[in-house]
């Protein structure tokens, strides 16, 4: 396992007793580097949103625990919030939740598909998540055909808005 998975693990345990008794949702836990520094970042839900106190809530109780249990060794910026509109789907979870829902599928690897009667690769895919399993999810495209796409062969699934 790596050390990045390990944290996030780690913190996952230390959230959940927090998370239930406030009646969140934990969506995601992340610990990533971006631009030379660490971030270890908490993504809260709940019925009618997250709101900026209920993230302060977590952050300083969080906080605390991260302190005396001290087993991240590298210095890092600790983040709590909603994981916002465009939410990247990863847990079943996740995808049960948004059935029916319009998301936004981007691939490893471009797909043939028929597009007005001619075969045209794409990377990006946009439609209705009619079903999920342990290894396919199914995306309804605009024509209403129904293409099954291997969970392996998908590099982010966020639920797709309008503005």
Same mark, same amino acid.
């Not at 998370?19 to 019925?47: M, S």
């Not at 605009?142 to 291997?150: K, S, T, Y």
């Given at each position: *396992? $790596?050390?990045?998975?390990?944290?996030?693990?780690?913190?996952? &345990?230390? /959230?959940?007793? *927090?998370? #239930?008794?406030? %009646?969140?949702?934990?969506? !995601?836990? @992340?610990?990533?580097? #971006?631009?030379?520094?660490?971030?270890?970042?908490?993504?809260?839900?709940?019925?009618?949103?997250?709101?900026?106190?209920?993230?302060?809530?977590?952050?300083?109780?969080?906080?605390?625990? /991260?302190?005396?249990?001290?087993?991240?060794?590298?210095?890092?910026?600790?983040?709590?919030?909603?994981?916002?509109?465009?939410?990247?789907?990863?847990?079943?979870? !996740?995808?049960?939740?948004?059935? %029916?829902? #319009?998301? !936004?599928? &981007?691939?490893? &690897?471009?797909?043939?598909?028929?597009?007005?009667? +001619?075969?045209?690769?794409?990377?990006?895919?946009?439609?209705?998540? +009619?079903?999920?399993?342990?290894?396919?999810?199914?995306? @309804?495209?605009?024509?209403?055909?129904?293409?099954?796409?291997?969970? $392996?062969?998908?590099?982010?699934?966020?639920?797709?808005?309008?503005?």
């Amino acid at each position: *396992m $790596s050390k990045a998975r390990e944290y996030e693990e780690r913190t996952e &345990k230390l /959230l959940e007793p *927090m998370i #239930e008794r406030n %009646g969140f949702e934990l969506v !995601d836990v @992340e610990y990533v580097k #971006e631009a030379g520094n660490y971030f270890l970042r908490a993504y809260l839900d709940k019925p009618g949103g997250i709101t900026i106190d209920d993230c302060e809530l977590i952050s300083r109780e969080l906080s605390d625990l /991260l302190d005396k249990e001290d087993f991240i060794d590298e210095s890092y910026i600790l983040e709590v919030s909603s994981p916002g509109l465009g939410r990247q789907l990863k847990k079943d979870k !996740d995808f049960k939740r948004s059935l %029916g829902e #319009e998301i !936004d599928v &981007k691939l490893f &690897k471009a797909v043939k598909l028929l597009e007005n009667g +001619k075969e045209v690769k794409a990377k990006e895919l946009f439609g209705i998540l +009619k079903d999920f399993n342990e290894t396919t999810l199914f995306l @309804e495209i605009e024509d209403g055909e129904v293409l099954a796409l291997n969970r $392996s062969d998908i590099a982010i699934v966020k639920l797709a808005f309008d503005f």
